[in-house]
């Protein structure tokens, strides 16, 4: 996984509340098996003009952009810091929401309210996977909203210093502090997810084994 630090990006506004995965990406997605190729299937079914989503297994074949669609925008084009509405991410459980966001090009999402802003599962999908997704009181999102139409405007997140800075121009710039748990924070600015935090104590866990009875070692086998 790659490691968080700091990352500089233009701003796209996603502003619709409640939104679920399966808007995220369609459940007939999930049939696929890949965890590669879901980028232009998010979103599909408000992306492109009806009948114009990819199939499931030519996922880069797809109809004409809905031109009304905001990330369909123009200023939207090469975004990637999506400013979404509270509760984002709500519905079924699953990690290939994620998947297409983070494909489609997206690192940091930014939504309104302490606890409001992300369905819980769907956050702790998000700091697995390396997207780094930041709840903010709502004066302060409504700041980065505003920056962030009708576009063009960057941002620049710090997760050492737990700040955003908005390049819109002023003087000074504005800037908003954000918090993420600690060890969620620490997991991202080194590049590990779950699984390779533990695999940091490789040894140990090997050596811990070696100088088990060995029954233990039968049944684990």
């Known amino acids: ?3 968080f630090i700091v990352h500089r990006g233009k701003i ?3 502003d619709w509340t409640d939104v679920n995965t399966d808007l995220i990406i369609p459940a007939r997605y999930l049939k696929r098996i890949e965890r590669t190729g879901y980028g232009t299937l998010l979103f ?3 992306r492109y003009e009806p009948g114009g989503s990819p199939s499931i297994d030519a996922p880069e074949t797809h109809g004409a952009l809905n031109a009304e669609f905001p990330l369909n925008r123009p200023e939207s084009k090469g975004a990637t810091v999506l400013v979404v509405g509270k509760n984002f991410g709500c519905g079924s459980s699953r990690e290939h929401a994620v ?4 494909q489609a090009g997206y690192r940091v999402l930014i939504a ?3 606890n409001e802003g992300f369905a819980d599962i769907f956050e702790g999908n998000a700091l ?3 997207l780094l997704v930041i709840e903010v009181p709502e004066a302060d999102w409504k ?8 576009g063009g405007v960057e941002a620049t997140v710090d997760l050492k210093t737990q700040t955003i800075v908005v390049h819109d121009g002023r003087a000074p710039e504005p800037k908003v502090a954000f918090e993420i748990p600690e060890t969620q924070r620490q997991r991202l600015l080194q590049g590990l997810d779950a699984i390779s935090e533990t695999l940091q104590y490789e040894p140990d ?11 233990l070692n039968a049944v684990s086998s």
Do not use: C, F, H
């Open 1 to 3: 996984m790659k490691p």
């Open 12 to 14: 796209a506004v996603l």
């Open 44 to 46: 599909a079914d408000k």
């Open 99 to 102: 998947w297409a966001i983070a």
């Open 112 to 114: 309104p309210g302490k």
């Open 128 to 130: 697995n996977n390396g």
């Open 143 to 150: 700041l980065i909203a505003d920056a962030g139409q009708p």
């Open 205 to 215: 866990i090997r050596r811990y084994e070696q100088a088990a009875s060995p029954w």
